[in-house]
C-alpha cells in the first residue's frame, strides 16, 4: 500500500517506527506563535474573508488579565473573564456518557495511553498540539489507526484571545498542514488553549470551519496537569481519587446531558491518571465517548466523505470518498495514501534529541 523511502529508521522509545509523510523542515519553530509573513501563511490568509468578525481588544498576559467585568461588552462573550460559552460544544448530548479528551499531545507518552484505551475498549479525542505533531508523527498515526478522533489544539498552546487574527488562523492552519500530511484528515474540531476564547477568536475560528470544543465545567478539568509538578504515588491517588469522586456523583444522578471531561497525554504522571481514571467509569457505569461520537457526527473531519445516503430520499447522498467540489477531500484513507508515496523521512536527530528534551 503505501512506499516507505525512509533513509533512516528511528525506534522512538515505544518501539513504533517513524513512518509519517511530513518533512519536518517545512515547519515553523515549535511552541513559538509562527509568523504571519512567511509565503505560506499568506497564502492561507489571502483565502480568508474577514468580514463579520467582531473587533474586540487583543488581550496580553499568560493568562490574560481580566478587565473589570463592567467594562467587557457582554456581545465579547470571553469565557476566561466572563464565563461566557457561546456555542462551544461543553456537554455530550447524551446521560450517562463521557466525553474523553486529551490535550497537548503526541508525546513520548502517548503510546502507554494508547495502551491503556486499546486495553479498555474506548476512543477519545486526542486535541494535538502542532509542535508536537512534528516531533511524534508516529503516534499521531497510531492515534488514527486505533479508531481514536483527532482534533486541533492550536500550533504553540498560546491564549488564543493574546493573538491577532493573522496569528490564529497561522497556529490553527499549521496545525492542521501538520495533522494532514500525517493521516490525511483535515481536522473539524478545535479546542483552544486554556479554553481561552471570544467572540472575535470563534469568528475566526469558525471562517476555518472549525467547531469549538470546551470542557463541562472545572468539576470535570482532572487537574491531571498540576501533578507534574513534583509527582508522588500520595499526590497521584489523591487526584485519582477526588476525581473519581466527580465521575461518580456524575454517575449516580446523570442528568440529561454527558460530561467532557479534560485530561493531558503530557507527562508520564498525566498518562498514569488515566491509567487509573478509565477503570472508573465502569464502576460509575459511564459510557466513555470520543467528541465525535457522543455527537453523532459521521463526518468528523472537513475532508469526511459525506454520509451515504441511506434511504432518506433528499438525494443529497454522494457515495463515500469521491471529494467535495474542489479537490481538497478524497476520504481520510484515500488521501493518506497519496500522501504516503511522496514520503519525505526527514526527522533528523537533532529533532529527535529537541523531542526529549522537551521533556
Ligand atoms: C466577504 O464576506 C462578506 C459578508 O459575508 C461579503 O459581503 C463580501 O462580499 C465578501 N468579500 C469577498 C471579497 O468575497
Ligand atoms: C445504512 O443503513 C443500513 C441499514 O440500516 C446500515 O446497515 C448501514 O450501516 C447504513 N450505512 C451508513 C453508511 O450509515
Ligand atoms: C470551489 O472554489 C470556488 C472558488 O474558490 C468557490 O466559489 C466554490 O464555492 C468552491 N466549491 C466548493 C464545493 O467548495
Ligand atoms: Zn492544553
Not at 93 to 111: E, I, S
Request: with cysteine.
Amino acid at each position: 500500500m503505501k512506499t516507505f523511502l525512509s533513509t533512516i529508521t528511528i525506534t522512538l522509545m515505544a518501539a513504533a517506527t517513524a513512518s509519517a509523510a511530513l518533512n519536518a523542515a517545512e515547519f515553523p519553530a515549535a511552541n513559538v506563535v509562527p509568523p504571519t509573513d512567511s509565503p505560506q501563511v499568506k497564502e492561507w490568509l489571502k483565502a480568508i474573508n474577514f468580514t463579520g468578525v467582531p473587533n474586540f481588544p487583543t488581550n496580553t498576559g499568560n493568562p490574560p488579565a481580566c478587565p473589570p467585568a463592567s467594562s467587557l461588552p457582554a456581545d465579547q462573550c470571553w469565557r476566561s473573564c466572563q464565563s461566557c460559552r457561546g456555542d462551544d460544544v461543553v456537554t455530550c448530548p447524551g446521560p450517562g456518557v463521557w466525553g474523553l479528551t486529551f490535550d497537548d499531545g503526541p508525546t513520548t507518552f502517548t503510546p502507554q495511553l494508547l495502551d491503556t484505551l486499546k486495553a479498555n475498549n474506548v476512543k477519545a479525542t486526542f486535541f494535538v498540539m502542532g509542535s508536537n505533531v512534528v516531533l511524534n508523527p508516529a503516534f499521531l498515526k497510531r492515534e488514527q489507526d486505533e479508531g481514536h478522533h483527532i482534533a486541533s489544539h492550536t500550533w504553540s498552546h498560546h491564549p488564543l484571545t493574546t493573538l491577532t487574527n493573522e496569528q490564529i488562523v497561522a497556529e490553527l492552519k499549521w496545525t492542521e498542514k501538520a495533522v494532514m500530511d500525517v493521516t490525511g484528515l483535515q481536522m473539524k474540531y478545535v479546542r483552544p488553549p486554556y479554553g481561552d476564547i471570544d467572540n472575535r477568536v470563534r469568528a475566526v475560528v469558525k471562517k476555518l470551519g472549525y467547531i469549538i470544543v470546551d470542557w463541562t465545567s472545572d468539576t470535570y478539568d482532572s487537574k491531571d496537569f498540576n501533578l507534574n509538578a513534583s509527582p508522588t504515588e500520595a499526590k497521584l491517588a489523591a487526584a485519582v481519587t477526588a476525581f473519581s469522586a466527580s465521575l461518580n456523583a456524575y454517575g449516580a444522578a446523570p442528568g440529561d446531558k454527558g460530561i467532557i471531561t479534560l485530561e493531558h497525554d503530557l507527562y508520564q504522571v498525566t498518562v498514569d491518571f488515566a491509567k487509573r481514571i478509565i477503570p472508573v467509569a465502569t464502576q460509575a457505569k459511564l459510557k466513555i465517548q470520543s467528541i465525535d461520537q457522543c455527537l453523532g457526527d459521521k463526518s468528523p473531519y472537513q475532508n469526511s466523505p459525506p454520509p451515504a445516503n441511506n434511504g432518506t430520499g433528499n438525494g443529497a447522498g454522494a457515495g463515500a470518498g469521491t471529494g467535495n467540489g474542489n479537490g481538497t477531500g478524497t476520504g481520510g484513507k484515500n488521501a493518506a495514501s497519496t500522501v504516503g508515496a511522496k514520503v519525505v523521512m526527514t526527522v533528523s536527530l537533532a529533532v529527535i534529541a529537541a523531542a526529549l528534551s522537551a521533556f
